[in-house]
């Protein structure tokens, strides 16, 4: 056994829906229940910054390492997890009566994603990825409206069962392989058309979570179906997750293999060019932002596929700030959509009278998906562009320029409705205390890190070293 | 005061004036509009003293500044000025300055218009002031985003449309100078983004150059108005409210002909010389084409905004002869950055007496004006200076700019510089049909109403004709700061 210390962090995220759970059980208040899991958030948040430093491997040698790579990814899960909960506090487009259910269900789920990103050995692997993924199905189910809310979780469900079972499969043809399940073994056999495919299926169901072309069908009508929180938790704490599980596995498992990369590639100009032609088409901001999802994980796979430290380290950093930004576009969702409804761009109309507070937190968001200084979207633009062209792939630096484009069209009419549309017969917008906070936080977040990247990036390098390295 | 990082001081300027409009609660409108004029009158102070510290006789870049940002990534805080920056700083801080004064009767959202106004400006201070290609290019979008809230808000005339396609093509230059400007990093070896580092690199070979300068010189050459992507530059003048219109024409197209000639003509020069009769043809169409074009225009705005892409032209025509080298290589330099100045004051002055006029009309049509002249005098006064500047009248700051950029034209370029001042007769054709039919003539009745300029809305546009007249009538002011600086000596 190894230093079971270094567990602290996802022992504290356990704990949170352990209290959480007894919370309900004893049946205190909805709004109770939240507090008390707010405190425990916030203390797994401080613990996981603490041990951000912390290396070892805390079971069996092989199955599980905590390194700075997966500490950073952590903080992202965390950071995302206390601001999804944050904004929990008026979760009206939840089921009354499953209100006080929820902050178990976002631990359960950051503990399986915490978990994931520390997983080196398969098996710990999918066990992690089945964790994390049933928190959020049950969560994705919750909608208020009961119907859209059950149809939106059997999409999900089905789509994740599939693709986990693909993943499975994928896992038994590696063993079949090499006959190991440890992924630094895997490394080291000598590669194989049957390893090839095993590792392509693996990955499919990572790139699922991601909402990579082809596994992006199940995102718009999920994000569409499921309640505002749910949609937020999947579209932040999740992404880091996936990023980082996808990122382990290419660097760990996968040989430097021409067939691998050239998949890849296609798919990451593949999900970019559909996600923001698609997005273009869309009045529901929730279906927008889903396709904007799929448009992002194709830049955060430019990164990736230039098998660097440099692009590891991009594609990290890019996941990392897009926890806030994502969460900033999320919040004027919930925000506007507070009746359990979905917003659409016309529910936006004069957003700046009626809560200039939420207008600026929506042009922060959209600034940083479309990469605009000075929000930490340009810097991570810049990077993993940067990474692309180190790895001689200027043309995909063009895609993927043209793409940032294409998506600064529909962010900016998103921006328009806001700013310019008189609001109409729309009222003034009160936001609870802790969502302004929450607002606050993350807009900060995003801009410290735009005009100062260097904490931030500094972390995804010794992140990407420790991948690297092996 | 030696040791004061005048240049960071004079960037945040605008920077500070932002904070400050953020904090003030809407309501106060009138301390939002004194704030801001306090931070650009400091700007102002700051880039006149920025002038006066600069040692024309040492030359090269001075008052350096250097800070890491991002070590592990190479990227710096390095801002310097040589002379080009030193004249475009101060040109920004005028049009900053006077662009406040003639906003002073803003009357809806005012709390927004200045937060936006300010972080443009921001970003334009940043890109003159840059060495380094990451902080050149995350100020350039700073200062380019802002245009489509102040345009589609503020704005008129299909102001949504205009904005939009304003902002998109320009984000469609980013798309080249994305992997146009980190080609620079990683083709030197990916140790620095410092310009005048990677000018010395010795990677940049004859070939590595001619495929990348046409991303860098294109994708800046739209913000510049350059033919044929000038297409979002008329719309955009036109829809843009007055203040807006001056910064725009009057500075940020200046940052693409800066772009192109900071970066672009420095780190590549043989790229540029191998393209600069290619793009001095495309430069001296688009001299032509402007003024064409602008001879058939009604609207008093897209007058001025066809006129802009002809003496952009000029600008553009300037650098390229530059990049080409020979005997009036220098000629060209100073004729293109003098006519960045130039152009940008005269365009300011143009929008700010069109601006006054249609505040109270609501009418830009020329035909329906007559005799503004005499309905107006200042008014009225002001524009014909404009006009007569643009049309390159002796006196003005832009005679000298345009009579150099010609003569060093007519020397390497001999067909072009003869067809460019052929589009010179065409401008003056233009400027004169307009002045003909609304400034004089048989006065318009309708318009027999209308308030002259009153002293304080007088003071922003006395200053850009002072400005005008003070470099027209001494040229050597500034072509001295040009000169002697730019390469040092």
Redesign the interface.
Known sequence: MGNLELFLPEAMVLLGALVAFVASVVGLSGRTTWIISLVMAVLATVVTFVYLGAQGEPFFPGIYRVDAFSQILKVGVVVGLLLTLMMVGNTSSIRERSRPDIPILLFVASFGMMMLVSATEMLTLYVALELSAYGLYILAALHRLQRAGSEAAAKYILYGAASSGVTLYGISLIFGATGTTYLGAIAQTPSSPLLIAGILLALSGILFKLAVFPFHAWAPDTYQGAPHEAVTFIATASKVAAVGVLARLMFLAVPEHDTLVTTLLVLCVASMVIGNLSAIAQDDLKRLLAYSTVAHAGYILIGLVAFTSLGAASAIYYVLVYVPIVFCAFLVVCALGADGSNPTKASLAGL?QRSPLLAITLLVGM?GLAG???TAG?TG???I??AA??SGM?WL??V???N??VS??YY?RV??EA??TPPGELGAIRLTPMMAIAAWLAMAMVLVTGF???PV??LA?SAARALVGG | MPGFPILTATILCPLIALLVTLLIPGRHEKAIKIANTLCALASVILAITIWAQYDRSVGGFQMMEDMA?????DIRYTVGVDGAGVVLGLLTAIVFFTGVLSMWTLKT?VK?YFAFKAALVFGVFGVFFALDI?AF???Y??AV?PM??LI??WGSTRK?YSA?KL??FL??G???L??GL??L??QAG?ETWNILELAQSPQYTRTFQIFCYPFIYIGFGVLAGMFPFHGWSPTGHVAAPTAVSMLHAGVLMKLGAFGILRIGMTCLPLGAAYWAPTFATLATAGIIYGAFVAMRQTDFKYVIGFSSVSHMGIVLLGLNIYAGGGDVAQTGLDGAIFQMFAHGIMTALFFSAVGFIYDQTHDRDIRHFGGLVSQVPIAGSMFILAAMCGMGVPGFASFWAELLVFIAAVQTYPVLGILAIVGLIFTAAYTLRVLGKAMFGPRNKNWEHLVDVGVWALLPRAILVGVLLLFGFFPNLILDMIRSTVWGP
Request: overall charge negative.
């Open positions: 700046y600034f605009i200084p000075p340009f633009k810049w990077f562009f940067t062209l180190d200027f630096v063009l993927g320029a043209i940032a484009t600064l069209y900016l921006i328009k700013y310019l100062y990247p260097r990036w500094e390098e | 940002w991002l070590p592990s990534f959202r927004e990451f290019f995350f100020f979008e700073i985003l489509y809230p589609a808000i949504e939009m902002t998109l984000m469609a980013s798309v080249l994305f992997p980190i080609a990093y990683v990916g």
